[in-house]
């Protein structure tokens, strides 16, 4: 994939008053493209093409990190969206660093895959060690390391939205993690900021009256489950843990999937069951966004209908239900 950088520009982007509400104004919906799957797409011409069809089916907001893919998502992104970047909303995040992927590692894990392949060679060379992400950089000199990276990669010199990856609450205490987030804006270099927690870590923000920034990004499962009340909710996995289970269980239960298909409205197949899920997040979170992740194109157009399938309290509460049920 050939990337050509913008130069850099001399002066920081003003930090706009309002920026959440101008980020809201700005969304197409209420679904936005997570592209924490975009590095399963073997062909990255694919990748970038399947985020272009997203963008041309009505999508505007494109969640992203320096975790994903290995700082390979990033780019994708840079490389769909550089030409038309006043077009989309981007979020990143600081937090979680991906493994090394310098020339050199790459070229020795490599070789020991292919000596291993051999017979003879198989019980000699060891496997390529496992690297592993790291968490927790929270300090200020590798979150601007982090940051100016992901500006690279998404070519931009912006983003829309900068969130502290599964940061916890002693992080979001800390006045240098703060002071970092609140300078980015006033650089620039993100129009808001935010904290993106896993679910413990979330409650315990939430209740802790502590500061977090404008944006809330959290699994939808704990969604309404407690007091929060940012500018912007943005959840995200409502096609996780439950949604596995549930197919598991309609798999097995006949009655259920008549349930399932009363409440839908249409047969209960795996993608309408799906949209029933995406649905209901989106009626939990209808002033904020729902994050939704896919490899393929063909499956964009339902996500997108999904957001208009529940039109009544009634048929919220029967999906609720069902969801629930054990």
């Known amino acids: 994939m050939n990337i050509n950088h913008p130069p850099p520009s001399d ?40 985020l272009r069809q997203a963008h041309e089916q009505g999508i505007t907001y494109f969640d992203t990190a320096r975790l994903y893919g290995e700082g390979r998502c990033e780019g994708l992104l840079g490389e769909a969206f550089a030409q038309i970047r006043g077009e989309v909303i981007l979020a990143t995040k600081v937090g979680i660093l991906p493994p090394a992927r310098d020339l050199a590692i790459r070229l020795k894990g490599k070789l020991a895959a292919t000596l291993r392949r051999l017979p003879p060679l198989r019980g000699v060379v060891p496997p390529p060690a496992i690297r592993w992400p790291e968490f927790g950089v929270f300090d200020p000199a590798r979150m601007q390391v982090s940051l100016e990276t992901s500006l690279r990669e998404l070519r931009t010199d912006h983003v829309d939205l900068l969130l502290l990856h599964e940061c916890t609450l002693e992080d979001v205490r800390r006045a240098e993690v703060l ?148």
């Open 11 to 50: 002066k920081p982007s003003p930090a706009p008053v309002g920026a959440v509400e101008r980020l809201l104004s700005r969304r197409s919906g209420p679904l936005g493209f997570g592209t924490g799957l975009l590095h399963q797409i073997d062909d990255p011409a694919s990748a970038v093409r399947l």
């Open 179 to 326: 002071d970092f987030a609140e300078q980015t804006v006033r650089q620039g270099k993100a129009r808001a900021w935010g904290v993106a927690p896993a679910p413990d870590a979330m409650l315990a923000i939430a209740a802790s009256g502590s500061p977090y920034g404008d944006v809330a990004q959290f699994d939808a499962a704990l969604h309404p489950a407690f007091a929060c009340s940012p500018s912007l909710t943005i959840t995200h996995s409502c096609l996780g843990t439950r949604f596995q289970e549930t197919l598991f269980r309609l798999s097995q239960d006949a009655q259920l999937k008549d349930h399932w298909s009363g409440a839908l409205g249409m047969e209960a197949t795996t993608a309408n069951v799906a949209q029933g899920f995406l649905a209901y997040a989106v009626w939990q979170n209808p002033t904020g966004l729902v994050l939704f992740s896919t490899t393929r194109p063909e499956r964009l157009r339902p996500n997108l209908d999904a957001a208009t399938l529940i039109t009544t309290p009634d048929q919220a509460a029967a999906i609720a239900a069902l969801i629930a049920a054990e």
